[in-house]
């Protein structure tokens, strides 16, 4: 099971990487746009933020397939072993093919159906990344598409994992991790939802008071 965060907020990262057992962070072009710092900048930044380890993920931006590959290149020479981010179009499924070769890893992104997923999956990419709540606000259904998509890179393409993307709630997580889905990148708010229940901190708060009553200090 691998963990993510899906953002370019240095602050939050450094923040969550202290809680969370993460693997890395996801980065998409709107994200980078949204903190207005290019990628020579705030890649190495989220990189120091997960303590100089962690996988890290960046999408070119070219339309065709051979200067997608020209982006992989100028990212990959940020990051030296940066996963880069290919939309799983017709461009894009030439692009991993071509980046196979060049044995760069690459991720499908922005994967509406399990059948495209596969089809990146086996145009080379080691990770495929569905759109859960996009799917569902299509009319769809995000986690069965991860369930579908699971079950053929199974079957077909097993070196090839899941990274589920787009949620909006902790139980799309939750139906994501039930569907066997091996990883999961999170925004940050769903990521702090995951551990900041009313119910639990209420309890938390009563064994405090109740301790503190009884032995008049907060310590053991």
């Known amino acids: ?19 969370f057992p993460l693997h890395g962070v996801t980065t998409n072009p709107s994200i ?45 020479k940020i990051i030296p072993d940066l996963t880069v981010k290919i939309p799983a179009t017709g461009e894009g499924l030439a692009a991993m093919k071509l980046l196979r070769k ?63 993307a787009s949620f909006k709630t902790p139980r799309q997580v939750l139906g994501c991790l039930l569907a066997g889905c091996q990883s999961v990148t999170l925004p940050v708010d769903v990521a702090e939802q995951l551990i900041t229940t009313p119910a639990v901190t209420a309890a938390v708060e009563k064994f405090e008071q109740d301790w503190l009553k009884a032995f008049g200090r907060m310590g053991i």
Not at 5 to 18: C, Q
């Open 102 to 164: 060049e044995r760069i890893p690459t991720l499908g992104t922005a994967i509406y159906g399990a059948t495209q997923g596969l089809l990146s999956a086996l145009a080379g990419a080691e990770y495929v990344a569905p759109y859960v709540n996009r799917v569902d606000a299509q009319g769809g259904d995000g986690i069965q598409t991860v369930r579908d998509l699971q079950q053929l890179l199974t079957l077909h393409a097993p070196d090839a994992k899941v990274l589920a």
């Open 1 to 19: 099971m691998e963990l993510y965060l899906d953002t370019a907020d240095v602050a939050a990262v450094k923040r969550l990487a202290r809680l």
């Open 32 to 76: 980078l746009a949204g903190g207005k710092m290019p990628p020579e900048e705030i890649l190495p930044a989220l990189r120091e933020a997960l303590g100089d380890q962690g996988k890290l993920f960046a999408q070119v931006m070219a339309p065709r397939a051979e200067d997608m590959v020209e982006d992989a290149i100028t990212l990959r």
